[in-house]
């Protein structure tokens, strides 16, 4: 038997350490680690880029496109379904975002591109979908987009889809409905679809999807909308349209001059594969050189990778190399990594080669604005956004390198030029706000217009203040806007992120660094209502059914990017040493991976509030690194001050005690 005393003491690990240590070395060790494997992860040219998890519907409609096109292949299209098959959950369905419910468009997108992979009808998984897809009103109760997709393979019927006359492209700017009245990722996929729909193409399906039909009618569009729609059909119908070839021209030679250099449109899935589909019936050739880019452009999009099951791939529907990049570079300097840092100049370099210098839809709106700025994709020249630029902003900042300052100011001075009359910020275009867009029947999926929100407001806010223009009219009316759109709870609405906790998250720290003091009672309700919402493990986290649903409202399992989001409000307004912001640290401590990342598979990144969503691979690693390296500083400052009391106090006894003695 050998005693405990006998045995050889074990070795103490990282993590035994942990247990032992107050917060903030705990906090200091779980930042090395993280800090380490983000600098692991830059790119050679010095860019970052995380991977934009989605959800299979762009698999299915690139299977679709290729089959429409006559360039389906074998190998890609085993392997695009066995990743399709891999997302499928055990009642048959497929959901739009990591545990959420099962999306109706979403099993039906992804039940014909299996049918095209060659997955029979019969099979229990295949059986599984249609069933569950009749139940819950089979392709009648599906999306405008679903729909047209299945029209364009001879599955639906044009006639029973809402009609985009190609005429529009007429419309001046001030005309109602005119492009310009979209935001411009809707903009930029209408303007193909009305060659499209006015063409009405049929490439048909070798098989017939009855198994997801119900039978019953769609109901029809009502009010001076629905009135609007039946009108156009018949106007559909008519034997002659005078302005129709002319209109379609004018869209063709629109896309066209809106093709970036990586041959896609607008860095987005839908615009890109609907401009394919628009060109290619305009009569352009697969060997057109528009055509050819954009096919091996998304090949560029494209994910393949090993599985136990085989090679799979995947499509990102976008890419945010220039986000991400700003975004590492923000969290690096929050973990005290220097400006002169060669990994920190290198991405600043790559930055800086990004900045976009040309007009583009933006300046329908805002004609005499000089361009600059950065866009979130590595080509995407035409469609610079305010949240990117105020992120790259506040990044350069951070880099001792010369000739930053030029880039810096343009982007300042464009930035602050597309804030809307109400003294908010959209992401892509100023004032585009006009609400009647979204009451076309056309409009059931997605965003289509592009107000202010409350998060890229906050982020350029914060720029403001960091470049001393906190005092400037731009600031002050955009602090006034954040004051005025707080929910009556404390929170704040998030557009591109999810959802309560990432708006409050960005929100309190531009306010306290606008001026706004901690305890200012605007603060101290959104401390008060994430404290509220703070999990019993210690982490935030809010599901994506929070757009939709109120109960869901700041409820979800813990996740490092929301847990960072919160911790980065309560050290704002100074919670640095209150319990929830401890236990908000000791959760990230405790769920690190051994790497120095986190395990998400939770989406946190939205795309349209209620309808689409992303899983930016990188939340989970840059956020935390930002909410644990301020918590470090604010701890180490602290600490320091604390040490410095202690001194003067024990000095202040000496004195006294040698002027007692003295008497």
């Known amino acids: 038997m050998t005693l405990a005393a006998d045995r050889p003491a074990p070795q103490r690990t990282r993590d035994d350490l942990r247990v032992e240590a107050d917060t903030l070395d705990v906090a200091r060790m779980t930042l090395e680690r993280a800090r380490d494997h983000l600098l692991s992860l830059q790119d050679a040219a010095g860019w970052w880029k995380g991977e934009l998890e989605t959800n299979v519907t762009m698999d299915a409609e690139d299977m679709l496109l290729r089959h429409f096109l006559g360039i389906l292949e074998p190998q890609r ?6 990743w399709i098959r891999s997302q499928q959950r055990p009642d048959g369905t497929w959901a739009s975002f990591y545990g959420g419910p099962a999306e109706l468009s979403t099993t039906i997108e992804a039940y014909v591109a299996l049918r095209l992979a060659g997955d029979g009808p019969q099979e229990p998984h295949m059986l599984a979908a249609s069933s569950w897809v009749r139940a819950n009103g089979g392709v009648e109760r599906s999306r405008v987009f679903t729909r047209i997709w299945l029209a364009t393979v001879g599955r639906w019927d044009w006639a029973d889809l809402p009609v985009l006359p190609p005429e529009m492209i007429f419309l001046p700017s001030w005309f109602p409905l005119n492009v310009y009245d979209f935001a411009c990722w809707a903009r930029q996929t209408i303007v193909p679809l009305t060659i499209v729909n006015a063409l009405r193409p049929q490439r048909p399906l070798p098989f017939d999807i009855d198994e997801l039909l119900t039978g019953e009618e769609r109901p029809a569009a009502t009010g001076p909308f629905g ?3 039946r ?7 008519l034997p002659v349209h005078p302005f129709r070839r002319l209109a379609m021209r004018r869209a063709t030679e629109w896309i066209l001059a809106r093709q970036e250099a990586d041959g896609g449109w607008g860095g987005i899935q839908p615009p890109w594969v609907y401009s394919l589909l628009a060109l290619h019936l305009m009569g352009y050739s697969l060997d057109h050189p528009a055509m050819r880019a954009g096919l091996a452009g998304l090949d560029g999009f494209t994910i393949r990778e090993q599985t136990p099951e085989g090679w799979v791939v995947r499509l990102e529907a976008c890419q945010s190399p220039v986000w991400d990049t700003a975004l590492a570079i923000n969290a690096l300097a ?15 370099r790559w930055i800086l080669d990004e900045e976009i210098t040309v007009a583009g839809d933006w300046a329908v709106k805002r004609p005499d604005l000089a361009p600059g700025g950065w866009a979130f994709e590595f080509a995407n020249d035409l469609y610079p956004d305010t949240d990117d630029t105020a992120e790259v902003v506040l990044a350069l900042r951070q880099v001792d390198a010369p000739d930053l300052r030029p880039a810096i100011d343009r982007g300042i001075g464009w930035t602050v030029g597309m804030q809307s009359r109400d003294g908010g910020w959209g992401a892509f275009d100023a004032d585009n706000t006009r609400k009647v867009a979204t009451r076309l029947p056309f409009c059931d999926f997605g965003e289509v217009i592009d107000p202010p929100s409350a998060d890229v407001t906050a982020h350029i806010v914060e720029m403001l203040a960091a470049e001393g223009r906190a005092g400037s009219q731009a600031a002050r009316r955009g602090v006034a806007w954040l004051l005025d759109h707080q929910e009556p709870d404390g929170s704040w609405f998030g557009r591109w992120g999810a959802n309560y906790v990432y708006g409050t998250g960005a929100v309190v720290p531009a306010l306290v660094a606008a001026g706004l003091p901690g305890d200012a009672p605007q603060i101290r309700r959104a401390v008060e209502w994430l404290v509220r919402h703070q999990n019993d493990d210690g982490g935030w986290g809010e599901d994506m059914r929070s757009y939709v649903d109120p109960d869901w409202i700041g409820r979800g399992d813990s996740t490092a990017s929301q847990t960072a989001w919160a911790l980065l409000a309560l050290l704002a307004a100074g919670a640095h040493d209150d319990e929830a912001t401890d236990r ?27 309808d689409f969503y992303i899983n930016y691979h990188l ?9 644990l390296g301020r918590f470090v500083r604010l701890g180490a400052r602290t600490k320091e001050q604390s040490v410095r009391l202690g001194a003067r106090t024990k000095e202040q006894s000496v004195r006294l005690d040698e002027e007692r003695k003295g008497r």
């Open 77 to 82: 299209t085993e392997e695009s379904a066995r």
């Open 231 to 237: 009108l156009l059909h018949a106007y559909h119908r």
């Open 334 to 348: 929050d973990a005290g990594v220097p400006g002169d840092d060669p990994a920190m100049v290198r991405a600043a």
């Open 619 to 627: 939340y989970r690693l840059v956020f935390p690194i930002n909410a």
């Open 227 to 229: 009135t609007l729609d």
């Open 584 to 610: 908000g640290i000791r959760w990230l401590a405790d769920h690190q991976t051994r790497e120095g990342t986190w395990d998400e598979p939770q989406f946190t990144g939205t795309g349209f509030p209620g």
